[in-house]
């Protein structure tokens, strides 16, 4: 009886990426068309959480490009409070299982509600880190870090970090706060009624107040 608990403890970090390959209709990453949708829908959903919080008014950019054979390159940008250096592993690198084993859950209250699972479905499908660029306020410069999860222990892997000034690619300016983060997976981008173009459009008119702007490329 003394070793039960440690034992199923221990089975639940184990069976993490064998619960997310049985899981994947209930995680929103069944289909390659549908893996972009979710993926997209985390990190604007969180985007928009952490931008609310701090009273911000969104300036989310989504840009999707297309590679070879089924694969696809995200990168999501926001101007919300970004992430401190010392949560960031956590917030992206760690599920937390709730007293069921079908329940995933995530601490509320911070960006990173899902994106475990973007990383996890990345990993997985193209074997690439997530690539985290993070800018807190009141820091002098931003935080930049590759990211993938160690599925036995259910914790991130981490590593290439620095720091550095964030310059804008898009306004050249430097970013006083905010994050990026680019992940490379298997997926499709398709338009139509399901798709992303028409989340992104449903959440613009649900959040007149953002601005959130979707760049498609083929590369």
């Known amino acids: 009886m003394s070793d039960e608990k440690p034992l199923a403890g221990k089975q639940k970090q184990i069976a993490i990426s064998e619960f997310f390959e049985k899981n994947k209709h209930f995680l929103g990453f069944d289909s390659l068309q549908r ?13 928009l959480d952490a931008c609310e919080e ?31 250096r010392g949560a ?15 329940a995933i859950r995530q601490t509320r209250g911070q960006q990173g509600i899902g994106i ?4 996890m479905y990345s ?13 807190v306020e009141d820091d002098s410069s931003a935080v930049w870090v590759d990211l993938g999860i160690d599925t036995r222990k259910n914790k991130a892997i981490k590593s290439g970090e ?4 964030w310059i804008d690619e898009v306004t050249g300016e430097e970013v006083k706060h905010g994050l990026k983060i680019r992940t490379e997976m298997k997926a ?3 338009r ?13 008119i649900v959040n007149p107040h953002a601005t959130i702007t979707l760049t498609v490329k083929d590369r």
């Open 123 to 135: 990993q997985l499908t193209t074997g690439s880190k997530a690539s985290v660029v993070s800018k």
């Open 35 to 47: 893996a972009i949708i979710t993926a997209v829908k985390e990190a604007v959903d969180n985007s």
């Open 188 to 190: 499709k981008y398709q």
């Open 162 to 165: 620095r720091r550095d000034v």
């Open 116 to 119: 475990t699972g973007v990383v």
């Open 88 to 102: 960031i592993e956590h917030v992206f690198g760690k599920f937390l299982l709730g007293s069921r084993f079908h």
């Open 54 to 84: 701090e009273r911000i008014l969104p300036d989310i950019r989504v840009e999707i490009n297309r590679l070879e054979g089924d694969r696809i390159e995200l990168i999501s940008q926001d101007n919300g409070p970004g992430i401190p």
């Open 192 to 204: 139509g009624r399901q798709s992303v173009y028409q989340y992104l459009r449903m959440t613009s």
